[in-house]
Structure formats: C-alpha cells, structure tokens
C-alpha cells in the first residue's frame, strides 16, 4: 500500500485544505451524519445555544443562521447564485414529481401555477418550472416583480423560449386557479422576507389561502414569519426546505414535508450542526418525517 | 412523460450524431438564444456526469476498500465539468482525488477549484508516470481533460504525457463527452479507450466509434425546440433521472 500512500500522502498535495486521511486509515475523516447521530444519539451534537432540534432531531434554523450560512456559501466557499439556484429549483421539481406524480393529476395535461416573488425565492421557482416542463408537467409562471438582474432575466428567457407562458394577470378567483390548475407552487418569499408584505403579493396570497388544489411552498410558506410561522396565513400541503428546515417549519402541518438543496459541505453542516439526515443513494430531495 | 416527437409513425427515428459545428451551434443557441449562463450549464452537465459515474459504478460495486475516484481535468471548460462531477461526487460519498495541471484563468471557472478545495478534495500536484500506483489507488478515472472543442492535432503536453499514461492503465476509464484526444468526429485509432462514454446533452460523432461497456447520455435540460431544430431525436429520461443509457 506505499504507493497508494505516497499518491495521497502530503508529498503529492498542493492543497493544503486536505484532511483526507493516509492510506490504510479508515474511512474518510470527513463524517457522514449517521441516522443515529440525526435521531439523538447525541454525536456530532456540539450542545451550543444554535442548537435547536425540530420533531425530528434535524436543526430548525433561525433566520439569521439561514442567512450566514447563505453568506458562507457564497464568501467562503465561492458558490455562485447561479450554481446554487440551478441545484434548488432541480430539487423542487423532483420532490413536487414524487409527491404528485403526473399521473396522480385529475387534470391532463397536469397544469401547474408556479408563483414567482421578486427575489431568489422567485429564481428558486423558475428554475423549479424549467424543470417541470422537462419532466412532463404544463407549468405557467406569474411573475409580477421581477429583479432587473442578468440571471433573472436569463432564467425568465429560458422558460419563455420553452413556451412556458407567463400569465400578465394573477386570476382574481381561487375558483379559477382551481379548475385551470392542479397544483400551486409558492415561490413568492424565502428565508429573507421580513416585515409586512407588499402588494401584489398581498391578494395573490389571499387568493391563494382560499384555493383548495394543493400547494407547495418553497423553502418558507410565503408570508408566513421565518421563526414563528403564521396560524392565519396560507397552509400549503407541501413544504420543500432548502438546505436546512427554518424554524418556521415547526408549524408546517401539510402533507409533505421535503428537504431539497444537496449542496451543504460536510464543513459547513458540521459547522452550525445541522443534522441533517443523510440524502437517499444519489437523490437531490429526502421526505422529512 | 418526456418530449412528445415530431413524427407520428411507429418507426422511431435514429439518435443524431453531432458534427463539432452542429455541438457548437447548440451551445451558442443556449447562450445567446435561450441565455443560460455558462457556470449553469457547466453545473448542470457537471451533476449530471456524477449522476453517470454512479449509475455505472454504484459505491457498493466499487472494488477497492476506498472509494477512490481520480479525476483529471484540462484547461478548459471540459475540465471545469470535471471539477463539477468531483464535487458532486464527494456530496454522494466517493472519494475523488483531482488532477489538475493547468488551472484555468478564466475566472469563471477558478471558483469551481475553490468549491472542491473548501469541500476536502485533495488536487495531486503530479501524476505518477508508474501506471500500476494509479490502477491500485484508484476505481475508475475520470477524464474530463478535452472536450467537443478541442481540436487533437494541438495536444500539447501535459496532455500527451498524461494520455499516454491514461493508455495503459487497467482500471475503467470514463470519458465525459469526448474521449479526451479523439476528433469529434472520426474518433482516433490511436487513442484512449474508455469503457464509459457519458456524451453531455447529446452524443458527437466520435461516439460511434466508441467501443466501451457503457455508453450514457446526461444532461436533461435541453429545451424541446432546440431537440426539433437539430432533428436530435434524444431517447426517453426515465421517471426525473438526467442520465439515461444509450
């Protein structure tokens, strides 16, 4: 084995961020989250205040953990919007296809309305209805507010050039919504939104509370609190978690609970303690209990 | 539940095999027509190629103790896939090893270097020339060193070296698009041999001279009017797989 070591052994590595273990010693160092560890067991736990375990043993986040680690990706680990966006919206549209695979729509073709807000949660979105169409879904997109960003713009111009139509009016009626459509996606505010919501977004979302096909939220249920969730506002019948669960889905009491957004180095989970139960083989989604 | 086909009758129409023009025109019309930005396609194809590495080689059909993968990567944007793939490949639990001589400039691509380097994956600063030290540390290697783009009469070193070291081994090799000094066309009888083609969006000419095992398509994003306007003719994806066998 002393070829393999000296291949691996430090002689050989310009990168000093290895850790990687000599040849011959065991697993790899970095740790794979154990179903154990994410249930209770108590390993990997670092017992510090950030801790905070859902139902599940997986981390709830607060908003301002959601947000460092967000920056951390970017700043640290140079991820790009674009990468981290592409790999978000592709793991909402593969859980909305294994909770409600085409064939479980009373409607054909199966129509989705994807509601788009005007921040990353709306890119999330996008990207989520390019992928739908592709895997056989009828998406329409509304995207009232739109950044006047390069890569919003270049994900709107995909979708359109794949004849996604985009609806220049939200329909006035929750009947409406319900017979064109047989499903909604909530892409209208993420882990960022504070503070009250502003038009139109607020009569999308009373119109949406009143719809009775489901609906599935990306990341946050939209004007919903990041922490504290909102009894009064919509209930959608899916939530989708990017990266980590908010603490605001403690409230969540829809069908499906999905997390999405398998792009969180073993460093940075470890790092705020996120005990994440581990993804499936290769899937990019995992149903939460 | 995939793009319905332009013809109506029970015959299927054959793959298409692209030209080096009719790969370039595609990637052009995805840029500038439908304005996917270049770090999203390398993302994509990237993913997809890892999803391909899998389907191949499952982590319990590896045969060493370690699942080591090593990926050698070119200067451009074929190696910046290759950067991709290793990444995703360590979120799936391989253990890939990078071999990266010529980094590229492009600063597009740096971060896709800064990725895997904060994510643990070590970068070797040689290949050994000793081909029995790769086939006993490593599964499979990954080349992702020239893609559609390159043109095999201007292989320069290192990449003549590294091919001609590639040449011998005995473990699988996967190429990702084009087997790395092949034309994109008429291939080269001199050349390396993979065993696992993964042809990225749709497969080159090159491809039919491929003689491997595994022949895998990756990359289900392409738009229904692009497949129409080139006649592609592309196979079904299963289910929401991206990659599909040929």
């Not at chain 1, 070591?5 to 989250?33: D, E, I, K």
């Not at chain 2, 087997?179 to 066309?185: F, K, R």
Request: with cysteine; charged share 20%; glycine share 8%.
């Amino acid at each position: 084995m002393s070829g393999l070591r000296a291949l691996l052994g430090l002689g050989l590595l310009v990168s000093s961020g290895s850790r990687l273990a000599a040849a011959g010693g065991g697993r790899c160092p970095v740790q794979r989250v154990s179903p154990a560890g994410a249930w209770g067991a108590g390993r990997g736990r670092s017992g510090s205040a950030m801790q905070n375990p859902g139902r599940s043993g997986v981390t709830h986040l607060s908003q301002e953990e959601a947000q460092a680690i967000d920056q951390e990706l970017f700043t640290e680990y140079k991820f790009s919007v674009d990468q981290l966006m592409e790999l978000a919206g592709l793991s909402c549209a593969t859980a909305i296809a294994k909770a409600y695979p085409p064939s479980s729509f009373t409607k054909s073709p199966p129509t989705v309305l994807i509601v788009c807000g005007p921040g990353n949660n709306g890119g999330d979105g996008l990207v989520c209805a390019r992928h739908l169409k592709m895997f056989g879904y009828e998406p329409s997109v509304h995207y009232p507010k739109r950044p006047g960003k390069a890569l919003f713009e270049g994900l709107t111009t995909q979708c359109q050039k794949m004849d996604i139509p985009f609806l220049s009016e939200f329909p006035s009626e929750a009947v409406l919504i319900d017979e064109l459509y047989g499903l909604v996606v909530d892409a209208i505010f993420g882990f960022s939104f504070k503070g009250a919501v502003r038009e139109p977004f607020g009569s999308i979302l009373r119109t949406l509370e009143q719809v009775t096909v489901p609906i599935a939220s990306i990341d946050i249920p939209s004007g919903w609190d990041v922490e504290k969730g909102s009894p009064d506002g919509l209930q959608p019948d899916m939530l989708i978690s990017l990266t980590a669960p908010k603490k605001a889905a403690q409230h969540f009491a829809g069908r499906y609970h999905f997390l999405g957004g398998r792009f969180v180095p073993m460093a940075l989970q470890q790092k705020y303690s996120l005990n994440l139960p581990p993804y499936p083989e290769t899937d990019c989604v995992l149903q939460l209990p | 539940m995939s793009c319905p086909s332009t013809q109506s009758g029970e015959q299927i129409e054959p793959l298409r095999y692209l030209s080096r023009v009719e790969a370039e025109a595609i990637e052009k019309e995805l840029l500038e027509d439908y304005k996917f930005g270049r770090q999203q396609l390398i993302e994509i194809w990237g993913h997809a190629s890892a999803m391909a590495v899998t389907k191949v080689f499952p982590l319990p059909s590896l045969p060493r103790k370690q699942p080591t993968v090593l990926v050698v990567c070119g200067p451009d944007q074929n190696g910046a896939i290759g950067l991709v793939c290793a990444r995703h490949l360590r979120v799936f639990e391989y253990e890939p090893t990078i071999f990266y001589p010529k980094r590229s400039l492009n600063s597009l691509y740096r971060d896709f270097t800064t990725q895997c380097e904060k994510m643990d994956i070590p970068f070797l600063s040689y290949l050994p020339t000793e081909v029995q030290l790769i086939n006993d540390a490593y599964n499979v290697v990954i080349d992702a060193i020239l893609g559609a783009d390159a043109e095999p009469g201007e292989v320069k070193e290192p990449y003549t070296s590294i091919l001609a070291t590639l040449k011998q081994i005995r473990i699988p090799i996967v190429s990702l698009d084009v087997p790395s000094g092949w034309d994109v066309e008429t291939g080269n009888s001199e050349g390396i041999s993979p065993d696992v083609l993964v042809s990225l969006a749709a497969p080159k000419q090159c491809a039919t001279r491929f003689l491997g095992r595994h022949h895998i398509l990756a990359g289900r994003f392409l738009p229904y009017d692009v497949q129409k306007k080139f006649e592609l003719n592309l196979p079904e994806y299963p289910g929401t797989e991206c990659v599909v066998s040929l």
